[in-house]
């Protein structure tokens, strides 16, 4: 199975510092998508398809990357984006997750 | 819209089955895929299997001889069954619908099963 590794584990941001989230795979796969989850809730859909945007999500998030590498990217930190963000590959079976970046607010 | 929710035991004791049931509204279970995964303490996630619109079933390697996933269309509800469960079963399962076989864009609120004697 595809092992994701993603990067930091935890990480501090400063309201409008610019944020990015690294997911890596152990092999290539074709697309990478990204929850959002915040304490005791479910978590949600963020990013599909690699850089398309989740009902309702702004837009100062965008998603990049190919191949081994992808990115989750906040164009300017802000509080209601303090929660823990996962990758999963779904296209090589079984559908795998990364152990999450936490994202606190510094 | 689609709504998804998880029913069951909380407690569950070693070497016995967990069962749980997740009841799904404003989309029939007779389209696409719909699959359960868990969240363990410590925050790693697992997807456990999936039923498909027609009722074929596709499960985790690693769970494959301990995992059933059923359905009942009449009722809009699929059923997780996992056996011989130990405290390392211990977690937060969800159930969620799966687009396109690739990701997650329903979940359930999920519910805290806890193995332990």
């Known amino acids: 199975e595809i092992v994701l590794t993603q990067s930091p584990t935890t990480m501090a941001a400063s309201p409008g510092e610019k944020v990015t989230l690294t997911c890596r795979a152990s092999?290539?796969?074709?697309?990478m998508y990204w929850y959002q989850q915040k304490s005791g809730t479910s978590p949600k859909l963020w990013i599909y398809d690699t850089s398309k945007l989740a009902s309702g999500v702004p837009n100062r998030f965008s998603g990049s990357g190919s191949g081994t590498s992808y990115s989750l990217t906040i164009s300017s930190m802000e509080t209601e984006d303090t929660a823990t963000y996962y990758c999963?590959?779904?296209?090589?079976?079984?559908?795998?997750f990364g152990a999450g970046t936490k994202l606190e607010l510094k | 819209e689609v709504q998804l929710q998880e029913s069951g035991p909380g407690l569950v004791k070693p070497s016995q089955s967990l069962s749980l049931t997740c009841s799904v509204t404003g989309y029939s279970i007779t389209s696409n895929y719909w699959g359960w995964i868990r969240k363990f303490p410590g925050n790693k996630m697992e997807w456990m299997g999936y039923?498909?619109?027609?009722?074929?079933?596709s499960y985790n390697p690693s769970l494959k001889s301990r995992i059933s996933i059923t359905r009942d269309t009449s009722k809009n509800q699929f059923f997780l069954q996992l056996n011989s469960v130990t405290t390392e079963d211990t977690a937060t399962y969800y159930c969620a619908r799966l687009w396109r076989r690739d990701y997650f864009d329903y979940w359930g609120q999920g519910v805290m099963v806890t193995v332990s004697s």
């Open positions: 092999s290539s796969v074709s697309y």
């Open positions: 039923i498909s619109y027609s009722g074929s079933t």
């Open positions: 999963q590959q779904g296209r090589s079976y079984p559908p795998t």
